[in-house]
């Protein structure tokens, strides 16, 4: 897929060199049926080639454009939040933005949809896309960036397709969202002090850990969080142990509030979460049976 230019060679030209390359050997095929490839036919797989390698070279660049080794929780952040609600007390002075809607399909890169037109307002809006690039229904490499930009700011996986979850995030009203702001810059600003040369921060809406070490993200891990009606709590503290692959009994608040219901709507739930040992081995196991809130072997 990639290969070395000469001097003053470059992809257009090499692209223009292709295709004459492509024409003449087509033309000198002499073959019949499978064999055999038009002019039109080599330059129709050569626009496709060329589609689908633009395609990977602007992902890998977007991917690389989102990257960051910085904090989310730092002694600049009350500053960064602060900026955002100035920018946002504008944006919903100003009517905030439209909704984008995909009809129930997905935008990625390579759409061409109407939808995207209102997708790059929003993006433009929200300052993730630049806005000399607010016209057009192409999702692009621009585009790309802009939606793994977004995703990255509010917790989604950076994939740079506009589906169900990236769609509701971009449909929350500016209004709540400045709201969002100065909520959380009162929470910042009781926990973003000095923090010490070291340390790990949960950011536990983003459902992510990062361990610092001199002002810098060493490295980024998922996390394990509560839920709206059982959240995890907010706490400060020193790490005085840390344990690798502990041994961990399920607590019963989550055998009666999550594993039994489950149980309850699917009677493969058990068998299905439990056929597999940590040696990698299948086991059979017996679903367990229920007598009210009891349970049994």
Known sequence: MYRLFAAGETRSTSGRFAVIAALFMAASLT?????AESPLQALRHYQEHEQWEAKLDDTLRNL??????????????VIHIENAITRYRRIVSNGGWAAVNTNGRNLRLGSWD?????????????GDLDPKFISGQRFDGDVDAAVRRFQVRHGLRPDGVVGHAAQAALNVPASVRLRQLETNLVRVRAMSGYLGDTYVMVNIPAAEIEAVDNGIVRSRHTAVVGK???QTPI?????YE??????????RSIIRKDLIPKMQQDPQYWPKTTSGSSTGTATSCRPPMWTGRRMRR
Not at 31 to 35: I, K, L, S, V
Not at 64 to 77: F, G, K, M, V, W
Not at 235 to 239: E, F, G, Q
């Open 31 to 35: 073959g019949t049926g499978a064999q």
């Open 64 to 77: 690389d454009r989102i990257r960051t080794n910085q904090p989310t929780l730092s002694a600049e952040t």
């Open 114 to 126: 109407g939808a995207v037109a209102a997708l790059r307002q929003r993006l433009v809006a929200s």
């Open 228 to 230: 709206i009606d059982r």
């Open 235 to 239: 706490l400060a503290s020193k790490i």
């Open 242 to 251: 840390l344990n690798f692959n502990p041994f961990w009994t399920v607590p």
